[in-house]
């Protein structure tokens, strides 16, 4: 059975991954810094910002609180 390709872009745009990243480049914040702050990994955050996967539950409530953002 062949692998789809899944479009790459339509992951990038997603809301949670373009917020993010909005919020990263308005305060300035380094993966690293927002990474240690919630307990992940900068890989992680990297991740969550190109919209290859989203945190749970837990973590996103962690990088709401950061930002002093709703999670909603």
Known sequence: MAKTKRNV???YN?????RLRELIEST???QAEL???VSVT???INSYTLGNTVP????LTDIAKYF???ST
């Not at 749970?56 to 973590?59: E, G, I, L, M, Y």
């Open 14 to 18: 997603t809301v949670f991954a373009k």
């Open 35 to 37: 990474a240690n702050s």
């Open 28 to 30: 300035g914040v380094s």
């Open 56 to 59: 749970n539950s837990d973590v």
């Open 42 to 44: 900068r890989q992680a």
């Open 9 to 11: 872009q339509d992951n």
């Open 68 to 70: 002093d953002v709703s």
